[in-house]
């Protein structure tokens, strides 16, 4: 069964950092894409980033460059999204998801539960 959890969310001030985790089980990770989404309240659901099973990164939202990143530990079954300079804007529920594919595949073939963060002073 493939599950996705999601950790390492909560309050942070406004310029500080976080590191969301994901573990993933269920399934060989190292041969998946694996991107990162978010859901700010009244808003859709957006992409953030992705990290294909090769190692590239996929930038879905340009208001996150030069701010996060994604990495990969495949021996702990693990993604990473590594968020600083945090902005109140990047409040919202991120979740972490399995594309159908590459990172530019637009089925997400598994969600997780999400994980929540909130930027506030």
């Known amino acids: 069964q493939v599950q996705l959890e999601e950790s390492g969310g909560g309050l942070v001030q406004p310029g500080g950092s976080l590191r969301l985790s994901c573990a993933a089980s269920?399934?060989?990770?190292?041969?998946?894409?694996i991107g990162w989404f978010r859901q700010a309240p009244g808003k859709e659901r957006e992409g953030v980033l992705c990290i294909s099973a090769d190692d590239d990164s996929t930038y879905y939202a340009d208001s996150v460059k030069g701010r996060f990143t994604i990495s990969r530990d495949n021996a702990k079954n693990t993604v990473y999204l590594q968020m600083n300079s945090l902005k109140a804007e990047d409040t919202a529920v991120y979740y972490c998801?399995?594309?159908?594919?590459?990172?530019?595949?637009?089925?997400?073939?598994?969600w997780g539960q999400g994980t929540q963060v909130t930027v506030s002073s």
């Open positions: 269920g399934f060989t990770l190292e041969y998946y894409a």
């Open positions: 998801a399995r594309p159908a594919g590459s990172c530019r595949a637009r089925v997400i073939d598994h």
